[in-house]
């Protein structure tokens, strides 16, 4: 069927493929056609497959031979493709040269632009220099820890003095003074928020301290110029505010009824503060493991020669995209219209974000070619432990969670996600590690 076929490499890991079609292929191609529109086509003055085909040519040839050329790139394509190194991505469809004409008396011969997948050159892997930082975690910070604890299990109760403080949780109605009238566009009832916080619009907090649950006031207050609501900013302002409710968090002790209430694996306030000195500590680790095999990666990525194909990295920002919906939990009809409401289009995040999903692209190209290289597997035996463990941390049966997710697609899933762990740990076992002189603090660490 082809004759001729050639590649052209172009930039960007595109390349453009050119075929030729004997001319035998493309008379049959054409005849077929043209044989069908002749059983088919009804022509006033003619019987219904009785029109003669110089009639069916003078009146469809142009379309016959648009249609016979369509059908023959695409089998001349199916059968280049059998053989052919340079493939096209899956998310990019060859793209036509031109407008290919053809003449059922000669070779039919087109071209079509297509991206590649990129070759992944890059440096030496073993052996690679990088910095282990070395964290302080000290009894304050278990601390913190056991003050986040009792926050969440404080309980919130009316004041006894009814007088507004800071970190009192108030509820207040609000509106804007115009002399003496109140401006009902900015009338506001029962609003809450915590004192200190600054969650309001017109950041009264201070003004409202010291009043009392019943009290209400006229607040004046002036705005600078460059005050974050556009609405306030260089504006004097009379605000009525009127408290109607004070109330306090009331902290539980920190003693072994705290930690029994967290959780009924602890017996005393000292097995919470071992448990959480342990989770600071895991929590450390995989912060500096990170950093490790970010530096590691930067510098794989900075000495690497990898030209990626456009329609490689545009999959890539819309993936990107997809997930940002998925986290911020919105449709992406709402979230253009945010976007719009401050100024903002779709077109401007992906390009910010273009320079990180290049840095990921190539990162997982390095790390797959690692991988194939240094022949990294995950065995059964590791797959079914890992589907284990996953079942234990959404709490479900095994044989449920194979369901949900598929057999045969969580067994792909769970085994990229091996491999990728497998090859990071090689890598940082054939790093050279060097650790930092000073100790970081473990606030400062994960901040």
């Known amino acids: 069927m082809i004759t001729s076929k050639s590649v052209e490499k172009l930039e960007n890991s595109a390349v453009k493929l050119s075929l030729t079609v004997g001319k035998e292929h493309a008379a049959t191609e054409y005849n077929e056609l043209l044989s069908t529109y002749t059983k088919e086509v009804q022509i006033k003055g003619f019987r219904k497959g009785k029109v003669p085909t110089s009639v069916i040519e003078r009146k469809f040839g142009e379309g016959i031979r648009q249609e016979a050329a369509a059908n023959l790139m695409d089998k001349a394509l199916k059968a280049a493709m059998e053989d052919l190194e340079e493939k096209p991505l899956g998310y990019d469809y060859p793209e036509v040269q031109g407008e290919p004409v053809l ?251 273009k320079e990180n999903a290049i840095k990921s692209l190539k990162s997982q190209l390095i790390f797959n070619k690692i991988i194939e290289d240094e022949k990294i597997e995950a065995t059964d035996e590791e797959m079914e432990a890992e589907i284990v463990k996953q079942a234990e941390m959404y709490n479900m049966p095994v044989e449920d969670l194979k369901k949900s997710f598929g057999e045969a697609g969580l067994k792909e899933y769970l085994s990229s996600d091996l491999k990728q762990k497998k090859v990071v740990d090689f890598l940082l076992d054939n790093a050279k590690i060097k650790k930092s002189a000073d100790k970081v603090d473990y606030t400062d660490l994960m901040a």
């Open 103 to 353: 003449n059922p008396d000669e070779d039919f011969t087109f071209e079509l632009v297509y991206d590649t997948f990129p070759e992944v050159k890059f440096g030496e892997y073993k052996g690679i220099e990088i910095e282990e930082k070395q964290v302080k975690i000290l009894k304050k910070h278990e601390n913190i820890e056991l003050e986040k604890i009792q926050e969440q299990n404080s309980v919130v109760m009316d004041k006894a003095d009814e007088t507004v403080a800071d970190d009192n949780i108030v509820t207040i109605d609000y509106c804007e003074m115009n002399g003496k009238e109140e401006i009902v566009d900015t009338k506001r009832e029962d609003f809450v928020f915590t004192v200190g916080t600054g969650y309001n619009l017109y950041k009264i907090d201070k003004q409202i301290i010291g009043m009392k649950k019943d009290e209400e006031k006229v607040i004046s207050k002036k705005y600078k110029e460059d005050f974050e609501n556009k609405d306030l900013a260089g504006r004097s302002v009379k605000l009525k505010v009127k408290v109607k409710a004070v109330k306090e968090k009331q902290l539980p002790d920190l003693d072994d009824e705290l930690a029994q209430d967290v959780n009924e694996k602890f017996e005393t306030l000292d097995d919470l503060r071992s448990d959480i000195k342990n989770q600071l500590k895991e929590k450390a680790e995989a912060k500096i493991k990170g950093e490790k095999v970010e530096q590691l990666m930067n510098k794989l990525v900075e000495e690497s020669d990898i030209v990626l194909p456009l329609s490689m990295i545009k999959a890539e920002q819309e993936n990107n995209w997809k997930n940002f919906l998925q986290q911020s939990q919105t449709q992406e009809e709402q979230m253009l219209q945010f976007l719009q409401m401050q100024g903002q289009t779709k077109e401007q995040m992906l390009e910010a974000w």
